[in-house]
Nanobody, 121 residues
Framework: QVQLVESGGGSVQPGGSLRLSCAAS????????MGWYRQAPGKQRELVAT???????RYADSVKGRFTISRDNAKNTVYLQMNSLKPEDTAVYYC???????????????WGQGTQVTVSS
């Protein structure tokens, strides 16, 4: 499994922007998919965006055109650029990684600790 460390959350006014980062670390692993999920109070955790090795990306309908996911494979880091933020984007954002251990060939599904994003005037 890998360890995920997130950064970049905070408070912003509606229409503002934030950039989240998530760095993966560990030994003898390869990342298959990295992504972002979010959970608002009283709601289930939901997918925001994912980026699979090979370049395919997937976005929730609610963030298409406003959020952009990208990866730096050399740094095992995934980013989420969030523009035109709305109050309904307020949530705890969690980084997720699906990886393969190159020794055991086992797959792992790991989560970061979460970072709060608050959009409010």
């Amino acid at each position: 499994q890998v360890q995920l460390v997130e950064s970049g959350g905070g408070s912003v006014q509606p229409g503002g922007s934030l950039r989240l980062s998530c760095a993966a670390s560990g030994r003898f692993f390869v990342i298959n998919v990295m992504g972002w999920y979010r959970q608002a109070p009283g709601k289930q955790r939901e997918l925001v965006a994912t980026d699979a090795s090979g370049g395919s990306t997937r976005y929730a309908d609610s963030v298409k055109g406003r959020f952009t996911i990208s990866r730096d494979n050399a740094k095992n880091t995934v980013y989420l650029q969030m523009n035109s933020l709305k109050p309904e984007d307020t949530a705890v954002y969690y980084c997720n990684a699906i990886s393969t251990n190159l020794v055991s060939m086992n797959k792992y599904n790991d989560w970061g600790q979460g970072t709060q994003v608050t959009v409010s005037s």
